[in-house]
């Protein structure tokens, strides 16, 4: 290995040393040690700055706070109530296709904007379907836009139930709730113009798949991050909504939205506490889980967070009432739509 000759520098002392002797020795030299020091004399007596969070804070910091509109929780538990009324929202069934039509009813009364995205599909099993991802775009000409997204579908089977564990479950919670509060949220969005593009999408056959079949679930955002409603889109970034409706319910940082978006993480659990909803949006770091925000990250590269509930007190790590018929009507608690639809229109609100 060849070797190589490191030359000492001179300190920092001996090289200003050197300085004022050189400049001594002519007139020219003399001004410039009297200019230095009347330099050095001004900074000595200028204050220091402050190290204060004040000083500290970024510029985007001082634009004033924007009230949003109100969040109605009785609106959004009357859109999560009718979707339950409808029975199990389970791919091939009566009620997937009524709910899939609702939705799309429902969301051109707040934009004329409204499209669905309808290929067919092969599952896991290999059955076919017709996927129904339904998007809906507020201020569709804006550059910057955001993403919000919740899957509508509820889940085929209850298999963690004793009871009928291989029947559909109603899903108030695990897809109802989602799609509920964005459907609130798109009221408002109609009534008080956002300052930024919104898209929202509400995927299908998110929970149709089986943990021992790789990419089965979330078939619906897995289509979207490949084929979006609009070539080449991009957001600034994403929130999805799954199961935002729970008693109770903690909202902990989910591990694959602070991998992919660690800043919009803190962006909306910030704002949740500062808006006093800190019992649900809870500083703890949670569980990292494959929800259709990891396909989102992954496949489109929008960096996108899921506001979902998690209970480690469980052996799921999810609610009691996962995947069980226990996810009807008895699990929803108005005030848990509350906060998230709420702390989801600030964010919005503040761009």
């Known amino acids: 290995m060849e070797s190589k000759l490191i030359h000492p520098q001179p300190s920092k ?16 030299g003399i001004f410039q040690v009297m200019l230095l020091c009347m330099l050095m004399m001004a ?17 985007k910091t001082n634009k004033p706070v924007v009230q949003p509109p109100p969040f109605s929780s009785d609106s959004a538990y009357n859109w999560l109530k009718m979707q339950v009324d409808m029975g199990p929202r389970a791919p091939g069934t009566a009620a997937h296709s009524r709910c899939a039509s609702f939705l799309e009813t429902e969301l051109r009364r707040f934009t004329p904007h409204v499209r669905r995205q309808q ?17 809906a775009s507020f201020n569709p000409d804006a550059q910057k836009r955001i993403l919000l ?28 709730s989602g799609a509920a509060v964005l459907l609130e949220v798109a009221r408002n969005l109609s009534q008080n113009p956002p300052p930024c593009g919104v898209d929202i999408v509400l995927f299908d056959l998110e929970d149709y798949g089986v943990s021992s079949a790789e990419n089965s679930y979330c078939l619906g955002s ?10 080449g889109y991009r957001a600034e970034y994403g929130i999805l909504l799954d199961m935002v409706g ?3 319910a903690r909202f902990s940082r989910e591990g694959t939205s602070r991998a992919y978006a660690p800043h919009v993480v803190d962006r909306v659990w910030g704002n949740a506490q500062r808006l ?16 259709d925000h990891y396909y989102i990250n992954k496949i489109s590269g929008i960096p996108t967070i899921d506001i979902i509930e998690m209970d480690p007190g469980t ?23 509350h906060a998230v639809g709420h702390t989801v229109l600030y964010t919005l609100f503040q761009e």
């Not at 002392?13 to 020219?28: A, E, G, L, Y």
């Not at 900074?43 to 510029?59: F, G, H, K, Y």
């Not at 599909?121 to 339904?134: A, E, V």
């Not at 052996?315 to 005030?335: A, E, M, N, P, Q």
Request: hydrophobic residues 25%; proline residues 8%.
């Open 43 to 59: 900074r000595c007596t200028s204050p220091e700055p402050t190290n204060t969070p004040e000083a500290s804070l970024p510029t």
């Open 246 to 248: 729970g008693k109770d």
């Open 119 to 135: 290929p067919p599909i092969t599952t896991h099993d290999g059955k076919r379907f017709t996927l129904q991802n339904i998007i």
């Open 222 to 231: 897995q289509y979207w991050s490949r084929s979006p409603h609009v070539p």
């Open 13 to 28: 002392t001996h090289r200003f040393t050197n300085f004022w002797v050189q400049s001594v020795r002519s007139p020219k």
């Open 315 to 337: 052996g799921t790590g999810f609610g009691r009432y996962w995947h069980t018929h226990r996810d009807d009507l008895s699990v929803i608690d108005k005030t848990t739509l």
């Open 276 to 291: 006093g909803y800190g019992s649900w949006f809870v500083n703890h770091d949670g569980n990292t889980i494959t929800d």
């Open 149 to 176: 997204c919740a899957h509508w579908d509820s889940r085929p089977r209850a298999e963690m139930d004793l009871n009928r564990p291989d029947d559909a479950i109603l899903g108030a919670n695990d897809g109802a």
